[in-house]
């Protein structure tokens, strides 16, 4: 079936969950957050939310770190 994953289309597996689509996609779920047609996905369902025909995802992961050379905010 055809999704639009990111901005981008793409053929995954009918019936396909999000964890299944993640790790399809080599991404470990607990690293990421997943809206599915513009609605955050808890991840306690990402097992159990099948991804259907047209649906659009957005997969986000987590970065941890800085800039140092960034310093800090400034306020205006």
Do not use: W
Not at 7 to 22: A, S
Not at 64 to 71: M, S
Request: charged share 25%; aromatic share 2%; with cysteine.
């Amino acid at each position: 079936m055809n999704i639009t994953l990111n901005g981008e289309k793409k053929q995954v597996p009918d019936n396909i969950t999000i964890v299944g689509l993640l790790a399809l996609l080599n991404i470990r779920h607990q690293r990421v957050a997943v809206e599915l047609n513009e609605t955050i996905v808890k991840k306690d369902r990402y097992d159990e939310t099948i991804v259907s025909e047209g649906d659009a995802l957005e997969v986000v992961s987590f970065m941890g770190g800085g800039c140092r050379e960034c310093g800090p905010a400034m306020s205006t």
